[in-house]
């Protein structure tokens, strides 16, 4: 179960990790969060606001552990990765998707029996694939992950972006597949459910099938409109510019390990654009003023159905 948790020391010979608090009752689930930004950061803040969990941040460095230490949003962080391994009962890796397996892989040796692993990359097919592949190879293991995805974020990063209700009301969806256990499927939804997300059942590849089109696609629309902007317009630019780039703040390299991840899915959702881009063109060209309002009734109907 892993020894004593320290506070984060100045020696070599003293333990890495950091906590905020005395030990919880050891009958607390214990959720270890790897890459404890935005995400991983308000999963940890609502985990401890519901309580009954003990929530520990897996950091690259101790500036790190400081971070999120001081941010709250777990009770004590560590840089490391094998020690928290053998203290979880649940870890949830919440890092850019390029490094998923191989955080993954570094942890094998150190679980404990009956460890749950799951994840909240933004791609599943490849990842699950990957991940599955390398489990399979220690009996039992690849009984126990199943891959995840909150569909809930924000352009701002870092632990002092995170938010106790960022999940409340939002999807989760859940990608378990052939090799995926009934605990651990069970494990990871109860947790997302608890800190108030809706949890979906998907197969991976349905997953990066649609998500392709109702993520993928927009965030990558959003960075085209707001790099084609010649720079001395932007003084011109209002709300419904804002609005529309929002997303295209996000980080760059995070976005371009999704896009290489998916990149089948996102070509054919960028055809599907272009078709539907080629049907406004038309009606420009031949002043159709009829179809171009249908058109955007059309938009309006369906942006109009998911609400505010």
Partial sequence: MGRPFARLASSPNESRLQHRSPLNPPRQQRIAIVGVGLIGGSLGLALRKRGGFEVLGVCRSAESVQRVIKSAVVERATTDLAEAAGWADVMVFCTPVGEIADGLAKSLANL?????????GSTKASLVATIEAALAKDPGGAANFVGAHPLAGDHRRGPEAA???LFAGRTVVITPTASTSAHALETVERMWQTVGAKTRRMSPTEHDAALARTSHLPH????ALAAATPPELLPLTATG?????RVAAGDAALWRDIYLANSAE?????????????EYRAALVANEGP?????????????DAVGS
């Fill in 112 to 120: 404990q029996p009956g460890a749950v692993i799951t994840d909240a």
């Fill in 291 to 303: 179809v171009l309002e249908q058109l955007l009734r059309t938009g309006k109907e369906r942006r």
């Fill in 241 to 245: 510019w804002a609005d529309t780039t």
């Fill in 220 to 223: 990558l629309v959003a960075a």
């Fill in 163 to 165: 938010r106790a209700d």
């Fill in 266 to 278: 996102v070509l054919m959702a960028l055809d599907e654009l272009e078709a539907k881009l080629a």
